[in-house]
């Protein structure tokens, strides 16, 4: 059977931190310096991937812009109004999208993994052989995190196209059915968010199927559900005020990538100004994550390892111990 919280040097297991913010501080002390290379590693790789799928989608998107640039100028030399046909940008941009979250869950995954293996080991562990731990789990872990995304926005994506068709078919009900929407589906993501907010970390330090995540972090939170959602709440704050920071910050860098864009397509208006749009957030992304999700992984797995001391559950000892030794047997 696995060790005992009792013997944390016979399995390399941390004692189950306290999940209060005290706790959490003086964890993420101890363990900010590999965490944030970690993250510093994960957001590089991300922003080159990334950036390389941003570019793919301008080369697909350039007959487009060019067609869009002609009908304009034919337009100004007849002296008519031109509304340009957007969807092939649209479609493109729909493709784009879907990519760049499938690199996000991956991305988050492995770093989730990561930050949770670092939080967890009581000697130190070089961030290489963090890095290499949580590759090998990558898949598990980036399917937790789509598997989660879809949970949580296919209930927001079913409200935005019902608000929609309401406003089509019933106009003068919209407003109403608007808010009656709001009031049924904000809750309901907002309990999905909270009740799987532990899944990547089950998934990291127990070895979880994406199923048995999902369970496992539903059960865990549903033992301690305000504690929970105050922690998801202010860690959710700390992400979007920083995010909202940086992008303000970030908005002179849309005038550069006008410029950039107007050079390289030869003055290319449409696609300028579709750079000139991204640019902000294309930046204030990375940073964001680089200056938080340290930080709100630590906190995560902090809260899922007590939650799993508490309910006897799981200590992801042997995700730990399977790596360091094939030979290894619990005690």
Not at 143 to 166: D, N
Not at 193 to 200: D, S, T
Request: aromatic share 6%; with cysteine.
């Amino acid at each position: 059977m696995t060790a005992t919280t009792g013997e944390p040097a016979d399995s390399g297991e941390a004692p189950p931190p306290d999940p209060g913010a005290p706790g959490v501080l003086r964890t993420f002390a101890q363990r900010c310096g590999p965490a944030y290379r970690l993250t510093l590693r994960g957001t590089a790789w991300a922003t080159l991937a990334g950036t390389g799928v941003l570019l793919l989608a301008f080369a697909a998107a350039w007959p487009a812009f060019v067609e869009m640039q002609r009908g304009a100028e034919l337009a100004r030399r007849q002296e008519d109004s031109y509304v340009p046909d957007t969807e092939v940008l649209l479609l493109v941009a729909a493709g784009a999208l879907l990519v760049l979250l499938g690199l996000a869950a991956f991305a988050f995954g492995v770093l989730h993994t990561a930050h949770s293996l670092a939080v967890t080991h009581v000697q130190p562990v070089e961030v290489g052989e963090l890095w290499r731990r949580a590759r090998r789990q990558a898949g598990r872990a980036a399917a937790v995190q789509a598997c989660r995304g879809v949970l949580l926005g296919g209930p927001a994506l079913t409200g935005v196209l019902l608000w929609s068709l309401a406003d089509v078919a019933l106009p003068a009900a919209e407003p109403v059915l608007g808010y009656v929407l709001l009031a049924l589906l904000v809750p309901a993501v907002v309990a999905l968010r909270v009740g799987f907010a532990l899944a990547p970390a089950a998934a990291a330090l127990d070895g979880l199927g994406t199923t048995a995540a999902l369970h496992r972090s539903w059960t865990l939170v549903r033992g301690a559900w305000w504690r929970t959602t105050v922690c998801v709440t202010a860690l959710a704050a700390l992400t979007v005020g920083a995010y909202v920071a940086l992008r303000y910050t970030m908005e002179p860098a849309d005038g550069a990538a006008h410029a950039l864009a107007m050079s390289v397509s030869s003055g290319n208006t449409y696609l300028a100004f579709t750079a000139a749009q991204l640019a902000p957030s294309a930046v204030a992304l990375p940073l964001c994550a680089l200056l938080t999700l340290p930080f709100t992984h630590t906190a995560l797995t902090t809260l899922y390892v007590r939650r799993c001391a508490e309910q006897g559950l799981g200590d992801g000892a042997g995700i730990r111990d399977s790596s360091q030794s094939p030979n290894h047997s619990s005690s």
